[in-house]
């Protein structure tokens, strides 16, 4: 039983809200999926920052017949070499590099990564921001205005 002191228009109004915030997280979700899903990879356009994350753990992208730590301006390499080769004179200290860290130590030295899966910790961590931000307590406008926010930004549209 719905307390004395909501109307039913403003119920109608909450639930509305709700809605339209479940919609738009399920878009972001959606967006995020499809960008670090995509094949080709979606990456960096060149190597150039990737060198900067590669040199702090190790992680370098497979180009096979270059130097790892050479900039180039080709597209991203879709495949990434854990072979722990630091190069503390090239790193560039950011919480950034989370990331590819969560996905190098998932695999042994001298495996081969996928490029997406750096994306995937990105992403698995965007939307766990972005669902804990959204399950606080505000008013329902805004938690719409922070969804849509959220959906704008990461959503990249």
Known sequence: MMPTHYSFKSYNNRRAATIL?????????????FVIGAQPVIGFANNFDFI??????????????????????????????FDGDRRQYYCLKSIDNVFPYLAAHAHRKHDLVDLREVGFWKGFFAILACALLLLQRMPPYARVFMALATFLCIGDL
């Open 52 to 81: 900067r994350q590669s040199a702090c753990i190790g992680l370098w992208e497979d180009y096979g017949d270059r130097a790892k730590d050479r900039p180039h301006r080709e597209g991203p390499a879709p495949r990434l070499v």
């Open 21 to 33: 915030t479940l919609v738009l997280f399920i878009a972001i979700i959606l967006r995020m999926w």
